[in-house]
């Protein structure tokens, strides 16, 4: 046994002096926080991007090229959207619950890139419906796995208190994809067909595949500065952290008249996050589970499904609508899009600030609440001429401005209950925490409401018309903005009043 610790101690040291000691080149500007996150928003952006991409074109290359009957584009169009994100809702669980059991995130990052680029090439050459629906399979496994990791790494990178502002600066990146891929894959497939949307694919592709490649993850970075490979990175912290601690701890000691209700509100929280000893089997597999009997962590997962069934109705009824009313060719359609993303652009980072500021019940209910009468309101525009494609273009701004405030009250809100299930039970989650698997799951219910959305969308709308499916999704939105109120962001009290 002494032969073998000896052995033991020179292969560590080896192994610290081989990895550890000799950092690799741009070790700073790779491991900054602005760079790990602008690559984060890039691969999000790539995915959102390919995957708008097709949404103005896919009903005429399904017409032209595949040769689907004029009648039968709306529900192909529907089926392809949905067969995207069903993929996603398969693949995310399992790339949360495998990213938590590797030592880095970056070799599941580009797995995630290398099928999304078989995807891609499928996409654009396949000329038959299965070819395109495997295409699109591949394309939402990718997804899973980019929103994953991207979620988990941005958590550990930033930490949860600074996660609010971060993601809403993410989603812009997001609008960015939303705003620009309609439009680009509209006047490209009008321009130069297929291989000209094809090749902005894989130059989008090759950006991210550059950066993926680049970035070096803090924990990466902490082990080389302290070359130790077992040391243990915190997330969300830097260099500075230990300073504002110090102050925060100043703070406390000043308002000691508040150290007795602040106990009795830890006790409070411990006996309300504190997991059973005894555990089941499924849970030791997938920690996350435990987690999802408390009601503020199911329904931030809620909204994450709401926010993406109101897009995916979006993506796969403005084309069509937009041609049934105005006789709009791809680009024109793909125009549409602008005001929607473009106020989401602005509106996102604004949202994840006041969320971080504010918190995530208000924000939440208000902009729930709101989505009601511009939902409604959609049933206005008619056939007609330009004051009519410019209401319809207004009112797709205004459900911008809504469709904003949707993503950061969620991940914020589910970020910060793990967070305590994690602060209350670290024996159980190690650690890192179970963060990739809760973000799996919300990539899960996220691509869930983008398989149910395009499939509830087209089927209301062919049945019942525009405006009554508009009304159908209002509905939902005020049943979601009662759950916000009741559950997300503590016990419900009113926004003048303070709890004494």
């Known amino acids: 046994m002494g032969e073998l610790t000896v052995w033991q101690k020179c292969f560590n040291t ?104 078989g995807a891609t090439i499928l996409l654009f050459l396949g000329e038959t419906v299965p070819v395109l629906v495997i295409a699109r399979v591949l394309q939402g496994v990718s997804s899973g796995v980019v929103w994953t990791i991207g979620l988990a790494l941005c958590i550990e990178t930033v930490g949860p208190a600074n996660l609010g502002k971060t993601v809403g600066t993410l989603f812009s990146f997001l609008s960015a994809g939303a705003i620009w891929a309609p439009m680009i894959g509209g006047l490209l497939w009008e321009k130069a067909g297929y291989l000209g949307v094809l090749g902005v694919s894989l130059a989008v592709l090759m950006v991210d595949f550059l950066l993926r490649s680049l970035v070096i993850e803090k924990k990466v970075a902490y082990r080389y500065e302290t070359q130790d490979p077992t040391s243990e990175w915190t997330p969300g912290t830097t260099p500075d952290d230990d300073d504002d601690d110090t102050e925060q701890q100043n703070g406390t000691e000043e308002d000691g008249e508040q150290q007795p209700l602040l106990q009795k509100n830890k006790a409070e929280e411990a006996e309300l996050y504190r997991l059973p000893a005894e555990k089941s089997r499924i849970a030791r597999v997938a920690p996350i589970i435990p987690c999802l009997a408390n009601p503020a962590l199911l329904t ?26 105005f006789g709009f060719d791809s680009l024109k359609a793909g125009l549409m899009f602008l005001p929607l993303g473009l106020v989401d652009l602005i509106g996102s980072p604004l949202a994840g600030w006041i969320v971080d500021r504010s918190g995530t ?119 979601t903005a009662v759950l916000c109120f009741l559950f997300i962001g503590g016990k419900p009290r009113m926004p003048w009043r303070k709890d004494r």
């Open 300 to 325: 931030s997962l809620w909204l994450a499904l709401i926010q993406a069934m109101l897009l995916g109705s979006c993506d796969a009824t403005v084309t069509t609508h937009s041609r049934e009313l």
């Open 361 to 479: 019940k208000w924000v939440s209910v208000i902009t729930f609440i709101y989505l009601v009468p511009v939902l409604v309101l959609l049933r206005l525009p008619h056939e007609g001429g330009l004051h009519q494609i410019l209401l319809y273009g207004g009112l797709l701004g205004l459900l911008g401005i809504g469709l904003s405030g949707t993503g950061a009250p969620g991940i914020v809100e589910a970020g910060s209950v793990v967070e305590k299930f994690h602060e209350h039970n670290k024996d159980f989650f190690g650690q890192s925490g179970p963060y990739a698997q809760l973000y799996g799951l919300n990539s899960m219910m996220f691509n869930l409401g983008l398989t149910i959305g395009p499939e509830l969308a087209g089927e209301l709308k062919e049945r019942i018309g525009y405006g009554n499916m508009n009304i159908v999704l209002a509905v939902i939105c005020g049943i």
């Open 14 to 117: 080896l192994q610290i002096t081989n990895y550890y000691t000799q950092p690799p080149l741009g070790l700073k500007w790779r491991s900054n926080t602005i760079f790990i996150l602008l690559t984060i928003g890039i691969a999000l952006f790539t995915d959102l991007f390919l995957y708008g991409l097709l949404v103005p074109i896919l009903p005429f290359l399904l017409e032209s090229r595949v040769g689907v009957p004029p009648d039968q584009v709306q529900s192909y169009t529907s089926g392809l959207l949905a067969a995207y994100a069903g993929a996603s809702v398969c693949s995310s669980p399992v790339a949360g619950v495998l990213a938590d059991k590797v030592s880095t995130r970056q070799s599941p990052f580009l797995l995630g890139l290398a099928v999304l680029l």
